[in-house]
């Protein structure tokens, strides 16, 4: 939403599997209940294509990123923004010696290869856009500590709501993949 209140004169589409919108909307802003990896519904081009976090969404990124292309005004933009993985600076990261949230990613991305779906995606998505007939791909990278234990206020902040998000994401990220694909059941830990 914040694009639409940011450009009132522009039509903003959002597009969600599920029906989970609020209904009180900016009126250059409109809701589409669809599966970005089945053929595409829409049929008006965009100037500009925006995701965050489809990590592990999509069987078939380089056909997303086709019909996106193909979607968009020439000269239009894709902007993605996802996350490459969990690492950390001093190397205490690891599964040796076990760290809980190193083996909780990595189970996890074993759950979502199991189902054909790579968690690590955004690590390829420079040569896929490419692939697809985008120009001039850049790719930024931003650290973002998941704790508020950076000194300079700026990370600190960012690590206070990256935290929140994270403690948020969590079990969002990692239901579907550990029970459907595991097998195991939604008490367990």
């Not at 029906?19 to 250059?28: A, L, R």
């Not at 994270?166 to 990692?174: F, I, M, R, W, Y």
Request: charge should be negative; include cysteine.
């Amino acid at each position: 939403m914040p694009r639409s209140d940011e450009y009132p004169g522009a039509q903003v589409t959002g597009i969600d599997l599920s029906p989970i919108q609020p209904s009180f909307v900016p009126p250059n802003l409109e809701f589409v209940v669809d599966d970005a990896e089945d053929e595409w519904v829409i049929t008006e081009k965009f100037d500009l294509i925006h995701t965050r976090m489809m990590v592990g969404s999509f069987l078939n990124w380089p056909q997303f990123f086709t019909r996106a292309y193909n979607q968009l005004h020439p000269g239009g933009y894709i902007e993605l923004q996802d996350v490459i993985g969990l690492a950390c600076d001093d190397e205490t990261f690891t599964s040796n010696p076990p760290c809980p949230l190193a083996e909780w990613w990595a189970l996890v991305a074993h759950a979502f290869a199991k189902t054909g779906r790579d968690i690590h995606a955004a690590s390829q998505h420079k040569e896929r856009l490419k692939g697809a007939g985008f120009v001039d791909v850049t790719v930024i990278h931003f650290k973002w500590p998941i704790n508020m234990w950076p000194e300079d206020p700026v990370m600190k902040n960012i690590g206070m709501w990256s935290k929140e998000n994270t403690l948020d994401a969590l079990e969002a990220l990692a239901m579907a993949p550990l029970t459907r694909t595991l097998e195991w059941e939604p008490e367990e830990d």
